[in-house]
Protein backbone atom coordinates (compact mmCIF):
# COMPACT_ATOMS: atom_id res chain seq x y z
CA UNK A 1 0.00 0.00 0.00
CA UNK A 2 3.19 2.28 0.81
CA UNK A 3 4.74 1.42 -2.63
CA UNK A 4 2.62 1.61 -5.88
CA UNK A 5 5.65 1.03 -7.82
CA UNK A 6 5.33 -0.16 -10.90
CA UNK A 7 8.20 -2.87 -11.34
CA UNK A 8 6.82 -6.43 -12.15
CA UNK A 9 3.83 -8.26 -10.70
CA UNK A 10 5.34 -10.68 -7.98
CA UNK A 11 1.86 -12.54 -8.65
CA UNK A 12 1.82 -13.32 -12.23
CA UNK A 13 2.71 -16.70 -11.69
CA UNK A 14 -0.14 -17.13 -9.10
CA UNK A 15 -2.58 -15.94 -12.02
CA UNK A 16 -0.98 -18.39 -14.36
CA UNK A 17 -1.11 -21.34 -11.69
CA UNK A 18 -4.92 -20.32 -10.82
CA UNK A 19 -5.90 -19.90 -14.40
CA UNK A 20 -4.51 -23.06 -14.85
CA UNK A 21 -6.19 -24.58 -12.14
CA UNK A 22 -9.67 -23.18 -13.33
CA UNK A 23 -9.48 -24.79 -16.50
CA UNK A 24 -8.92 -28.28 -15.17
CA UNK A 25 -11.62 -27.79 -12.69
CA UNK A 26 -13.88 -26.64 -15.54
CA UNK A 27 -12.51 -29.66 -17.52
CA UNK A 28 -13.76 -31.93 -14.85
CA UNK A 29 -16.72 -30.17 -14.50
CA UNK A 30 -17.61 -30.25 -18.28
CA UNK A 31 -16.82 -34.38 -18.19
CA UNK A 32 -19.55 -34.82 -15.59
CA UNK A 33 -21.82 -33.23 -17.52
CA UNK A 34 -22.06 -30.36 -15.07
CA UNK A 35 -19.89 -27.76 -17.63
CA UNK A 36 -21.79 -24.52 -17.18
CA UNK A 37 -19.13 -22.87 -18.88
CA UNK A 38 -19.74 -19.40 -21.29
CA UNK A 39 -17.58 -16.95 -22.68
CA UNK A 40 -18.96 -14.69 -19.68
CA UNK A 41 -17.95 -17.24 -16.82
CA UNK A 42 -19.35 -20.19 -15.39
CA UNK A 43 -22.47 -20.90 -13.34
CA UNK A 44 -21.71 -22.44 -10.26
CA UNK A 45 -24.43 -21.50 -8.41
CA UNK A 46 -27.23 -23.18 -10.39
CA UNK A 47 -29.10 -25.16 -7.92
CA UNK A 48 -28.50 -28.34 -10.24
CA UNK A 49 -29.01 -30.99 -6.95
CA UNK A 50 -32.46 -29.04 -5.75
CA UNK A 51 -34.14 -32.35 -7.39
CA UNK A 52 -34.69 -35.34 -4.58
CA UNK A 53 -35.58 -38.24 -7.58
CA UNK A 54 -32.09 -38.33 -8.44
CA UNK A 55 -30.44 -41.70 -9.17
CA UNK A 56 -27.79 -42.60 -6.67
CA UNK A 57 -25.07 -42.80 -9.61
CA UNK A 58 -26.55 -39.03 -10.65
CA UNK A 59 -26.29 -37.94 -7.03
CA UNK A 60 -22.09 -39.37 -6.86
CA UNK A 61 -21.35 -37.36 -9.60
CA UNK A 62 -23.61 -34.31 -8.26
CA UNK A 63 -21.42 -34.46 -5.02
CA UNK A 64 -18.33 -34.65 -7.10
CA UNK A 65 -19.42 -31.83 -9.42
CA UNK A 66 -20.41 -29.63 -6.16
CA UNK A 67 -16.84 -30.30 -4.72
CA UNK A 68 -15.33 -28.84 -8.19
CA UNK A 69 -18.01 -26.15 -7.94
CA UNK A 70 -16.94 -25.42 -4.54
CA UNK A 71 -12.83 -25.26 -5.76
CA UNK A 72 -13.61 -23.33 -8.71
CA UNK A 73 -15.59 -20.43 -7.33
CA UNK A 74 -12.84 -20.72 -4.53
CA UNK A 75 -10.41 -19.69 -7.80
CA UNK A 76 -12.34 -17.64 -9.39
CA UNK A 77 -12.46 -15.75 -5.97
CA UNK A 78 -8.34 -15.58 -5.62
CA UNK A 79 -8.28 -14.79 -9.14
CA UNK A 80 -10.24 -11.52 -8.13
CA UNK A 81 -8.17 -10.82 -5.37
CA UNK A 82 -5.15 -10.75 -7.69
CA UNK A 83 -6.75 -8.33 -9.72
CA UNK A 84 -7.46 -5.74 -7.10
CA UNK A 85 -3.63 -6.57 -5.64
CA UNK A 86 -5.37 -8.20 -2.12
CA UNK A 87 -3.78 -11.83 -3.29
CA UNK A 88 -1.67 -13.57 -0.98
CA UNK A 89 -2.69 -12.08 2.00
CA UNK A 90 -4.33 -14.00 4.96
CA UNK A 91 -8.44 -13.35 4.87
CA UNK A 92 -8.52 -14.01 8.52
CA UNK A 93 -5.15 -12.12 10.48
CA UNK A 94 -4.16 -9.88 7.17
CA UNK A 95 -0.72 -11.26 7.23
CA UNK A 96 1.17 -12.75 4.17
CA UNK A 97 0.47 -16.05 3.33
CA UNK A 98 3.93 -17.71 2.44
CA UNK A 99 5.12 -18.45 -1.12
CA UNK A 100 5.24 -22.28 -0.73
CA UNK A 101 2.26 -22.12 0.34
CA UNK A 102 0.47 -20.35 -2.19
CA UNK A 103 1.99 -22.70 -5.14
CA UNK A 104 1.17 -25.84 -3.60
CA UNK A 105 -2.49 -24.55 -3.44
CA UNK A 106 -2.82 -21.43 -4.96
CA UNK A 107 -6.93 -20.49 -4.02
CA UNK A 108 -5.87 -20.48 -0.52
CA UNK A 109 -7.16 -17.64 1.60
CA UNK A 110 -6.02 -17.82 4.96
CA UNK A 111 -2.03 -18.69 5.92
CA UNK A 112 -0.76 -21.45 7.60
CA UNK A 113 -1.32 -20.50 10.99
CA UNK A 114 -4.87 -19.38 10.93
CA UNK A 115 -5.59 -22.96 8.58
CA UNK A 116 -4.60 -25.02 11.64
CA UNK A 117 -7.34 -23.48 13.70
CA UNK A 118 -10.32 -24.59 14.67
CA UNK A 119 -12.99 -22.33 12.42
ZN1 LIG B 1 -3.75 -15.89 8.99
Known amino acids: MANDAQTEA ?3 DYRALLEQERGSLARQLAELGFGGVSDTGLSYDANFAD ?4 TAERGEAETLAGELRNSLAEVER ?3 RVADGTYGTCLRCGKAISPARLEAKPAVTTCIECASLPR
Open 10 to 12: PVA
Open 51 to 54: SSQV
Open 78 to 80: ALE
